[in-house]
């Protein structure tokens, strides 16, 4: 348990929905990352949050948005959902103390299917 | 284009066996490696990271670093069948706590 919370856990949309997916921090983390997980492929980051601000972006299109709350917690939204969207997508976050805190710890994830 | 380039496997290595993982990274300005277990159908988990040239053990794991050649590796002494998953490794950018993974070595540890 890495106290990261992800939802939902799985979902099927169909191709030129969009879809918003939702994590909350492990307790006295102020980063949150989120990465996409092909079949057969490790993460690729999409983007990094810390405090409300994005702090970096991946290869990724605009399609492909977020926010972050005062509590921390996070949202990741795609537009336009397209077949190669289908993935698991992982909330990470990270920001304890010492140089542990860089390290990022997984939630359970989100299982996208796009039909 | 900042790389972790990872032998895909599968590794099969018998029940009590000592399984070595290894990964190269790109970027030399990487500082810190981290490595993660991956079970099928689940989310990555932490094993340990390394930011010190040289070994550093944890439990039946042994992470070893050599920034030169920008290889880090994973050793799992005693392998168990409850090893049997995938492994990722990544490297952080600078210090930016963006990582790069590598696609992953598949383990197959034997009864």
């Known amino acids: 348990e890495t106290g990261v919370t992800q939802s939902p856990t799985h979902l099927i949309k169909t191709r030129g929905q969009q879809v918003t997916l939702r994590c909350s921090s492990q307790s006295g983390h102020n980063t949150v990352s989120w990465y996409q997980q092909a079949l057969g492929q490790g993460p690729q980051f999409i983007f990094q949050y810390y405090r409300e601000e994005e702090n970096g972006r991946g290869n990724f299109p605009p399609r492909f948005s977020g926010l972050q709350f005062p509590n921390y917690s996070s949202e990741l939204n795609v537009n336009a959902l397209e077949l190669d969207d289908s993935a698991l997508y992982l909330c990470a976050s990270s920001g304890g103390q010492g140089r542990s805190g860089n390290t990022i710890y997984f939630g359970e994830g989100s299982w996208l299917t796009v039909v | 284009q900042k790389e972790v380039e990872q032998n895909s496997g599968p590794l099969s290595v018998p029940e009590g066996a000592i399984a070595s993982l290894n990964c190269t990274y790109s970027d030399r300005g990487s500082q810190s490696f981290f490595w993660y277990r991956q079970y099928s159908g689940k989310s990555p988990e932490l094993i340990m990271f390394?930011?010190?040239?040289g070994d550093k053990e944890d439990g039946r794991f042994t992470a070893q670093l050599n920034k030169a050649s920008q290889y880090v590796s994973l050793l799992i002494r005693d392998s168990q069948p409850s090893d049997s998953a995938t492994y990722l490794c990544?490297?952080?950018?600078?210090?930016?706590?963006?990582?790069?993974f590598g696609s992953g070595t598949k383990l197959n540890v034997k009864p």
């Open positions: 390394i930011y010190s040239n």
């Open positions: 990544a490297a952080e950018e600078g210090n930016f706590n963006k990582f790069y």
